[in-house]
């Protein structure tokens, strides 16, 4: 096995869409960040980022930083495309 590979972790991804409730998908990622087993992959739509500004007092960068990754809406390359 390679160094530093972790096993048996779950990969989970979340999306925050333009739908009421952002809070919701921003308290998972509270959740899940305190896990070490679980990685969490985060795709905020623009309307989900309008969203966070509107029904919360969180910045868009601070969500993006609980995620172990974070994807832009339009990376085809990202690696859950």
Do not use: P, Q
Not at 17 to 42: D, F, M, P, Q
Not at 54 to 78: C, G, H
Request: no cysteine; net charge negative.
């Amino acid at each position: 096995m390679a160094r530093g590979v972790r096993t048996n972790v779950v990969k989970l991804i979340i999306g925050i869409t333009g739908a009421s409730g952002v809070i919701y998908g921003i308290r998972l990622l509270e959740l899940l960040s305190k896990n070490e087993a679980i990685e969490t992959h985060l795709i905020i739509s623009e309307a989900g980022e309008m969203n966070i500004g509107y029904e919360t007092d969180w910045k868009i960068e601070d969500v993006k930083a609980m995620a172990s990754f974070s994807y832009r809406i339009n990376d085809i390359s990202a690696r859950i495309a």
